[in-house]
């Protein structure tokens, strides 16, 4: 199936624990994203990665650390965990950097993450 | 920076016609979007305006108007798979990004 996988779906954990959440796109897309989505469901955009490049970083505590090995993968490393990380978290990705035109996000299903 | 906004919560009834409002503030203004998502599920792409006018797309429509920074989406024919929340999301040219509202929470009552 062509898609973008993350894993994993569900993690909770304590505060202070570091955590990584890992992303995989086969759609053969340029650009990967990470949102946050609260529990007020909205959603954010964290990081933006174009051929491995880092092209968004959104105003974000240093806690949080993109990392694109190739550009069909996008992983996200949490240190130090804190209650307000607790999210859901989307991995998407897009056939270019948005530009002109219709540049339409494909998103995975999301892992919530739950800070004890 | 970018302001949208969309109700939080709507009501509607299988088989009638509901219409989701979003207004928007944005500096170079390119492309708006919609998203429907379900609960616990991901956000899949539904339509995108970027001239004024109406685009159609089987039960669903999405309408623009660029002057008044203001979209709407139309679903017809409710049916009660249709409950969701639909996320309108703006593009500028100066972020490289999609913007999302909070997105409209839509129940379909039989």
């Known amino acids: 199936d062509t898609a973008v996988s993350q894993t994993p779906k569900y993690l909770v954990t304590q505060m202070g624990n570091d955590k990584s959440i890992k992303c995989e796109q086969n759609l053969g897309h340029d650009t990967m994203y990470w949102y946050k989505q609260d529990s007020k469901k909205f959603l954010k955009i964290m990081f933006s990665y174009n051929n491995k490049e880092l092209i968004i970083n959104e105003t974000v505590p240093n806690r949080f650390s993109p990392k694109s090995p190739d550009k069909a993968h996008l992983n996200l490393h949490i240190n130090s965990l804190e209650l307000g990380d607790s999210a859901v978290y989307f991995c998407a990705s897009s056939p270019r950097t948005v530009g002109s035109g219709a540049n339409v996000l494909t998103f995975g299903a999301g892992s919530r993450l739950t800070v004890l | 920076g970018q302001n949208i906004d969309q109700p939080t919560e709507m009501t509607a009834t299988e088989g009638a016609i509901v219409q989701i409002n979003c207004t928007y503030q944005?500096?170079?203004?390119?492309?708006l979007f919609w998203y429907q998502q379900h609960a616990g599920e991901a956000p899949t792409f539904l339509s995108y305006?970027?001239?004024?006018g109406l685009e159609e797309k089987g039960r669903f429509s999405s309408f623009l108007s660029r002057s008044k920074g203001y979209s709407y989406l139309l679903l017809k024919e409710l049916q009660m798979k249709d409950s969701a929340s639909y996320l309108c999301a703006v593009k500028s040219g100066s972020a490289r990004q999609l913007t999302f509202g909070s997105g409209t929470q839509l129940t379909v009552l039989p």
């Open positions: 944005t500096s170079g203004f390119n492309g």
């Open positions: 305006n970027v001239l004024d």
